[in-house]
């Protein structure tokens, strides 16, 4: 039954070692406040948004969506593919009496501890901040669910990349534009209609839209439905690939 | 205690297993020889489920490898070629880990007799990283062990290390025999093979090519061995069956010439070698 707590544990270990290491949590925050004083304070002066929302209220819950994504997706997929092409370590989970499932929900718990602690990170920095944002329920939901959908997301790229180069091709081809496009720093609104079905294919879209609502509407219903719908196809994709584990 | 029936595997175009066949008794160090990429690590990997067959059939302890995995990684031990430690955790956390994924019960006390038993207490709370190859080796033996593994599989487990801790860990292995365990070793070292082993399997290109004691593959091959240089400067090593049939082939040389016994590299050789030779004609 709780097969997958030794996976965990042993991230967890890991991730408190790194933890203790002061540069960890200093680059952990470095990119969202380069973006915040950037786009947040800099440019974002200059933007004005439909009713009257000022442009660091707009931008905050997206950076928290886009480290989120980042840190449970490269978290994952960096160490699972370590873990297995050099290391050897992932080896040890396939020999030992647990069935693929507890594994991977070990590592997306795991991915998942270090997206929420990254978004935590944003979240105290923007407590300092001039801004209208505040957490609501459908924020932490979106927040969970987003943490979920990118460590799953991050077992399927750490089991199918070749090496460790891989992992950077991967996240430069499908994670960098997705940080961009999603509307993490402007409203969907203003992207040109033809490139809107790419758009609403991107998952980190819909969870931007869920998580910067503040009631569940019909826009809010369908965007969780469509991150709903990734979070299983990632997890079964990432289950089935861990089962037909084969060297 | 491991039946191997049939069993093949390919890599691409190169065959890594052909057809092997063999047979480990309950209790005794079975050696498996072989150069490079003679389907060693292979035949680990598939009875350890790392890896798939194409055909054939796996036992261990009657159970089938490949339709009930779990029931056998219950009773298995792998201590794999490379060093697969968590290299930024403690020995303890280690072991803390392997024994939970293992289900080992009185996970806390087992980790301490085994530390214990591998002389491993006062390294308990070191990282991994900070300990030399040699105790790295002893932690992965002693995880291995943790779950008290009816059948270990020891994938090159002294590669890397010095002769001194190599005759270290060949005393652990000769301790876990004690215990009643099988233990399927494979290895590069000749020497080692010979000193741990009950019986030994040589693989050359996925084939078992000889099998037995290593009293008996001296005997089939030959008991003695003549060395010298010939008229070209190259240096030739004989086997014989006999040590008459040794004595004459000596007696043709006026001098610099060796007669000795023959060991398990002298077998080693001559069978792989002349294989070697039959393919490269």
Redesign the interface.
Known sequence: MLDWYPIFLKEMLQFKRKLLRLGYIFSAMMAPIIYLITFGLGLGRTVTLSGGVDYLTYLFPGLVAMSSMNNSYSWVASTLNLSRLYFKTFQIYIQAPINPFSIMIGEVLAGMVKGLFASLLILFVGFFLPSGFKINEIFVLALLLNCFMFACLGVITGMITKSHEDTATYSNFFILPMAFFSGTFFSLDRIPHVFKPFIYIMPLTHTNILIRKNFIDTEALLSLFAVLFYCFLFFVLGYLLIRKYNE | MIKIENLSKSYGKVKALDSLNLEIKKSEIFGLLGPNGAGKTTTV?IL?????PESGLCFIDGINVLKHP??V??I?G?V?Q?N??????TVY?NLL??G????VKSLKKRIEDILSIMELKDKKNSIVNTLSGGFQRRVLLARALLPEPKVMFLDEPSIGLDPHIRRELWQIIRKIKTEGRTVLLTTHYIEEAEALCDRVGILFQGRLIALGTPMELKKNVGEYVVEFFNENGEFISEVCQSREEAYEIAKKRSNGVILRKSNLEDVFVKLTGERIRKIER
């Open positions: 990997k350890t489920n790392l890896t798939k779990q029931e990684k219950r298995i792998v794999p490379e697969n430690l968590e290299r930024e955790l956390e880990i392997y939970m994924l293992h289900k």
